[in-house]
């Protein structure tokens, strides 16, 4: 079965840092790029990151730009979110999905993970 | 903020039909092509249309997708309760260089 399963999420005061790893299974991991979606309480899907299978290309949105950073083993078959400086409006359900699409033109997600909750206290 | 639009609920009554419309610009879905989610209350989101209007395998033909200029459209046919949930739709933003989701869209069967 085609699986992503994520980790990590916690409670931690703003400043703080947490990370957050995305672990898969079912197929073949190093093929595929992956990305972090997020949502906070009661809002929408907001795109957090994005990562190549190779991790040769890296984008983030602005509001995470600095202060996360993702990366990936693919001996380990998972990807990992490295959040730092946490602000209360950080505080969401982070997911990880996987990326499909022969160019970010065609960029979709097609498989997603359960999430893991993230709530940072001010 | 999100770049893409939708509005905020759409409804229907079971056995009709709804549209559920998504509109951006030229630097996301005019020159890109546009996804669409379902989130069932309390559940990740879930692959429905992808590059536009093709369905992923176990996605019904009730469910469709369009695309034309900066809009594109999701169109759902046969409503049933079970469709009842939150629907999003998402594209590249080669401006941002960041993927972009629409504001989402609660549909409700009546």
């Known amino acids: 079965e085609v699986q992503l399963v994520e980790s990590g999420g916690g409670l931690v005061q703003s400043g703080g840092s947490l990370r957050l790893s995305c672990a898969a299974s079912?197929?073949?991991?190093?093929?595929?790029?992956i990305n972090w979606v997020r949502q906070a309480p009661g809002k929408g899907l907001e795109w957090v990151s994005y990562?190549?299978?190779?991790?040769?290309?890296?984008y983030y949105a602005d509001s995470v730009e600095g202060r996360f950073t993702i990366s990936r083993d693919n001996t380990k078959n998972s990807v990992y979110l490295q959040m730092n400086s946490l602000r209360a409006e950080d505080t969401a359900v982070y997911y990880c999905a996987r990326v499909r699409g022969s160019s970010l033109s065609f960029y979709y997600m097609d498989v997603w993970g359960r999430g893991t909750t993230v709530t940072v206290s001010s | 903020q999100s770049v893409l639009t939708q509005p905020p609920s759409v409804s229907a009554a079971p056995g009709q039909e709804v549209t559920i419309s998504c509109s951006g610009s030229s630097s996301n879905i005019g020159n890109n092509y546009v996804s669409w989610y379902q989130q069932l209350p309390g559940t990740a989101p879930k692959l429905l249309i992808y590059?536009?209007?093709n369905r992923p395998s176990g996605i019904p033909d009730r469910l469709s997708g369009s695309k034309s200029g900066t809009s594109a459209t999701l169109g759902i046919t046969g409503l049933q309760t079970g469709d009842e949930a939150d629907y999003y739709c998402g594209t590249w933003d080669s401006s941002l260089s960041a993927y972009v989701f629409g504001t989402g869209t609660k549909v409700t069967v009546l």
């Open positions: 990562i190549t299978s190779r991790s040769s290309t890296i």
């Open positions: 079912g197929f073949t991991f190093s093929a595929y790029s």
């Open positions: 590059e536009n209007n």
